[in-house]
């Protein structure tokens, strides 16, 4: 009996560690960060035409893995871009395939359940792409369709706006924001609802930007943020370490104008996030 209670005592001893082990000890073993993306979510996160992962968020990831590197002490750290879906993403981070998914997600308590989330990285709001020759807003939707992407929380937030505003339109869901930014361009749906920002990058590389345009209403806000293993206090902490870090050097900036373009500064709401969220050391 006493053996069999020092083997079990034992078996723990050994295998505290293994539980215990985060993200970080699995950078340091394997020299790698698998990051995880999503190709359709310009300006944050997309595929460009030459296959590279690019975006605001995955910049924002890619100066993460750089400072990873200098506090960790590697030689090298290395990183895999993992393309993820919006269905699959989280589930992505759950099972390992990525440690840290860097697109346009919005931090909500539900999703805290599954994920833990950086520091707040953009402030955004849902709004409507219209066409200039349909109707002039939400309120004049009644029997027509609306385009939003599917399973996100802007379709939930659609939904939710076309009651309270008792517009009976038909919501037409789609795979990605080409498709609805298509969908549109060919009149197959009078609008598309989405995060303004995304919108905006839709409608200034469309062939028909000249008979979009984008509703001034700001329908929701939601705060974008890293999603992150559950549980892992240690990478979270170093990841806002470097969030924080971009934040006050005023980084943040060039960064910015990297994906919204050279001329582009962040809004007053989100100068005022980055301030707010800044930790200090």
Known sequence: MRFLLYSLMALMVLQ?????????????QTGVLKVGYRED???????SEIGEAVGYSVDLCRTIATRLKADLGLEKLSVD???????G????????RIDILCGATTATLSRRELVDFSLPTF?????????????????ALSGHKVGVRGGTTTEEALRNTLTKLSVDAEVVTVADHQDGLEQLEKGAVSAYFGDRAILIFLAAGSKSRDILRISE?????????????LGDSGFRLAVDRTLSRVYRSGAIETLFRSSFGKEAKPT??????????TLPE
């Open 16 to 28: 505290a560690p293994a539980a215990a082990a985060g993200t970080l000890d699995k950078l340091r």
């Open 41 to 47: 979510a310009a300006p944050f996160s997309y595929k």
């Open 81 to 87: 871009y993992v393309p993820v879906t919006t269905e």
């Open 89 to 96: 993403r989280f589930k992505a981070i759950k099972d390992g």
């Open 123 to 139: 402030i955004s709001g849902a709004s409507v792409l219209l066409r200039a020759d349909g109707p002039d807003g939400m309120k």
């Open 217 to 229: 209403q700001h329908f929701t806000f939601e705060p974008y943020a890293l999603a992150l293993p």
């Open 268 to 277: 007053g709401l989100l100068q005022a996030l980055y301030v707010i969220s």
